[in-house]
């Protein structure tokens, strides 16, 4: 069983930043790819920023050059480190874990960035 836990999250000014993390529980982190996705009220989810099991990332143009995701297989937990906060990143985020392989797609239950103007 697959469960995913954030944190990370709160209030910040605009220009601040915010580390978010994903710890994820079961065996199968290493060969898992992950995301972080947000949906901000009134708005539906957006892709945010994505790492294969290899290391590789992609990243929304909204994000490229201010977020930063990585991973520690060691610890099971995948990382979001957001500087330049603006006010429009305000957003619940979420992790996404996917093993195609084993048919697994999980998430957490959210962690919430707001960013004061």
């Known amino acids: 069983q697959v469960q995913l836990v954030e944190s990370g999250g709160g209030l910040v000014q605009t220009g601040g930043s915010l580390r978010l993390s994903c710890v994820a529980s079961?065996?199968?982190?290493?060969?898992?790819?992950f995301d972080w996705y947000r949906q901000a009220p009134g708005k539906q989810r957006e892709l945010v920023a994505s790492?294969?099991?290899?290391?590789?990332?992609n990243y929304a143009d909204s994000v490229k050059g201010r977020f930063t995701i990585s991973r520690d297989n060691a610890k099971k937990t995948v990382y979001l480190q957001m500087n330049s906060l603006k006010p429009e990143d305000t957003a619940v985020y979420y992790c996404?874990?996917?093993?195609?392989?084993?048919?697994?797609?999980?998430w957490g239950q959210g962690t919430l960035v707001t960013v004061s103007s």
């Open positions: 996404n874990q996917v093993v195609l392989s084993r048919g697994i797609n999980a």
């Open positions: 079961g065996g199968i982190f290493s060969i898992s790819f």
């Open positions: 790492i294969t099991a290899l290391g590789d990332t």
